[in-house]
């Protein structure tokens, strides 16, 4: 994941929220935060989940579902692509939140009179 270009993204935002300011700061509050967690978070290889009191990031879950395929075992094969899924979700909603935020400083900017 390339965090500068992330970060160049949210500074151009910011920038276009204070030069085109709607007297409402929280746009502009949302945006960084979003952004804020696209660069910190967004990046797979360091999401991690806690299973039964251990702590289990991708590459983990990854070869726990390798291990279930080749043992044939349907509950891990199952519980592991769930795991991988949650790490998509996770990344998703953050992308989302960026989105819908986005679409609030197009709004404001625009109806702004």
């Given at each position: ?35 804020e967690t696209i660069i910190d978070e ?33 509950k891990k094969c ?36």
């Open positions: 994941m390339n965090k500068d270009l992330y970060s160049e993204i949210l500074k151009a935002l910011v920038l276009a929220a204070e030069k085109f300011p709607a007297g409402n700061n929280d746009v502009s509050e949302e945006i960084k935060e979003d952004f967004c990046d797979i290889s360091r999401w991690r989940v806690n299973v039964d009191g251990c702590t289990r990031g991708v590459g983990n879950i990854l070869s726990d579902l390798d291990v279930s395929i080749k043992e044939g075992d349907r199952v519980e592991s692509i769930a795991m991988l899924r949650c790490a998509i979700a996770d990344i998703a909603s953050a992308f989302s939140n960026a989105m819908d935020s986005m679409e609030g400083l197009v709004v404001t900017i625009r109806d702004e009179k």
